[in-house]
């Protein structure tokens, strides 16, 4: 069983939609969870980053921790094709290295 | 957030040469430095964890003699892939985190993608 999971997709949606990327996890210990977003040929850009559980709205942009399930979860409101990228999931514990997803490519249509 | 450079963005070999490539932070003094590898359609492989001024800890299963990283200054870390050849293709990525910083907040260079003819 790998430590973190992701369906790698595609996900096409249509532009305007809500879109719900999710991760799930094993080890409990995680306590830093990041979203990151990666262009085609380019380098990951951090969207998102939060500690512990909970809520954190940036933008069109709410990431959720819930640690009980082992679950979390980026929405994007308003998706717009400029949104269209692999989503990656990250996500480590106190001093250890970041352990990512595989990736879900997204793909906003106008 | 934090820019980060790498250089080139992209390059060409013949097989049995060896590449250098460049990850320098613009605007933030990186004490450590991380450089991944990603192949298409995968996700971010860590292969070692650079210290200014120490060397560099590799992950399980990364050469150390193959792929060969310096990290001089607190703005630049080099990683060399000596001999290289056609199954080191890949996109490379660096990433610089600032003072005390935990592996937690890394910021990414634009990848540099290497293929060896």
């Known amino acids: 069983q790998k430590e973190v999971e992701q369906d790698p997709g595609p996900l096409s949606v249509p532009e305007g939609a809500i879109v719900s990327l999710n991760c799930t996890y094993s080890n409990s210990a995680f306590q830093y969870f990041m979203w990151y977003r990666q262009y085609s040929r380019k380098g990951p850009e951090l969207l998102m980053y939060?500690?512990?559980?909970g809520n954190k709205e940036d933008g069109r942009f709410t990431a959720q921790v819930d640690k009980s399930s082992k679950y979390i979860s980026l929405f994007i409101r308003d998706s717009q094709p400029s949104d269209s990228a692999t989503y990656l999931c990250?996500?480590?514990?106190?001093?250890?290295?970041?352990?990512f997803g595989a990736g879900t490519i997204l793909r906003v249509k106008s | 957030g934090a820019v980060v450079s790498q250089h080139p963005s992209r390059v060409i070999c013949k097989s049995g040469t060896s590449v250098k490539i460049e990850c320098r932070s613009l605007?933030?003094?990186?004490?450590?430095m991380f450089w991944y590898r990603q192949f298409p359609k995968k996700s971010l492989m860590l292969m070692a964890t650079s210290n200014e001024g120490s060397k560099a800890t590799y992950e399980q299963g990364v050469e150390k003699d193959k792929f060969l990283i310096n990290h001089a200054s607190l703005t630049l870390s080099t990683l060399t892939v000596t001999s290289a050849h056609p199954e080191d293709s890949s996109f490379y990525i660096c990433s610089a985190g600032g003072q005390g910083s935990s592996y937690n907040e890394q910021f990414f260079g634009p990848g540099t993608r290497l293929t060896v003819l």
């Open positions: 990250a996500m480590s514990w106190r001093g250890n290295k970041l352990v």
């Open positions: 605007d933030f003094q990186a004490t450590t």
């Open positions: 939060t500690y512990s559980s």
